[in-house]
């Protein structure tokens, strides 16, 4: 009753393959860094980060252009830089799909896509809100729209400060066995 195996089913399967691949070799990286105590002070990094954005979004185009660049690129690189410490140090649970997953690192990945979705919505209606108020402006559109960008990537990021703020911190036994079968 079994058929073969058609091609799209052929390519998503090699692709999983690869993503579990990756996944594996990213588990090696910073065993030493992957507590709590290292997680949360990068989770409060990229909430800084993220607010940096949103302000020097707020402040495009009616303060300063030094101001601007200063906090939108200080956001963007310390808030980037935080968030691929903390994809890395929480695996894939944030936002990958991984068939590696046990039952609690799927329960903690659901619970945050959720949560990060819900607020993803909710900041989506505050850049509408925002983008209605500053539309009558000067430079009303492109004030919108950094707001937007600023929103957007404040609420891409949800899922890896919850996991990182709140992950609990793995047995060493459970990581130093996982190396071991690798």
């Known amino acids: 009753m079994t ?9 998503w399967e090699r692709r999983l393959d690869r993503l579990d691949e990756k996944e594996r070799r990213r588990a090696r990286r910073l065993p030493g860094w992957r507590n709590r105590r290292h ?15 949103i302000a020097g979004a707020a402040n495009f185009s009616v303060g300063s ?4 660049s200063v906090l939108w690129l200080g956001g963007v690189l310390a808030g980037g830089s935080a968030f691929v410490l903390l994809r890395t140090l929480t695996g894939l649970m944030c936002g990958g799909f991984s068939r590696m997953l046990d039952e609690r690192e799927r329960e903690w990945r659901h619970r ?7 607020i993803l919505s909710y900041l989506m209606l505050v850049a509408l809100i925002y983008g209605l108020v500053v539309a009558h402006a000067e430079d009303g559109g492109s004030r919108g729209v950094m707001m937007l960008s600023a ?18 911190d793995d047995d ?6 996982g190396m071991g079968n690798a």
């Open 3 to 11: 058929e073969p195996t058609g091609r799209l089913a052929a390519y």
């Open 39 to 53: 997680r949360r002070p990068l989770a409060a990094v990229l909430v800084v980060a993220d607010l940096a954005l």
């Open 65 to 68: 252009p030094w101001v601007f």
């Open 112 to 118: 945050v896509t959720y949560t990060g979705y819900q």
């Open 151 to 168: 929103l957007l990537v404040t609420g891409t990021t949800v899922p890896s400060i919850l996991l990182g703020w709140a992950l609990p």
């Open 172 to 177: 060493p036994e459970d990581f130093e066995e």
